[in-house]
């Protein structure tokens, strides 16, 4: 967004409500309360599953290709060595190639 020169999220909506839980945002717009919402599609799909009503007043506008489930953070100091902290940091660059690392 901030690349498109659209500014700031509140500038470019006008009014944002941050809520704690999926549930929170979906109804929001359910009710009336808010336009729209920004929540995951397995948590649109649960919400869909356990109200059908949701589903049928709501729909999806947009979905964005998957985002990063985590996120890691690594000290830039500290490490046992050099070379240790570069097969690190290359180790985690190609997590998502892995077996394990796919999961994320």
């Known amino acids: 967004m901030f690349q498109q020169?659209?500014?700031t999220p509140e500038t470019l909506f006008g009014h944002m409500d941050r809520v704690g839980k999926a549930s929170s945002a979906v109804l929001s717009v359910f009710f009336g309360k808010n336009?729209?919402?920004?929540v995951s599609r397995s948590a649109f799909d649960v919400m869909k599953e356990m109200n059908p009503q949701v589903g049928e007043r709501l729909q999806d506008v947009v979905t964005s290709e998957p985002l990063l489930g985590a996120v890691i953070c690594v000290s830039k100091s500290g490490w046992i060595s050099a070379q240790h902290k570069e097969d690190?940091?290359?180790a985690l660059a190609d997590l998502q190639n892995t077996p394990a690392g796919s999961r994320f």
């Open 5 to 7: 020169k659209l500014g």
């Open 88 to 90: 690190t940091t290359h």
């Open 35 to 38: 336009q729209a919402c920004v």
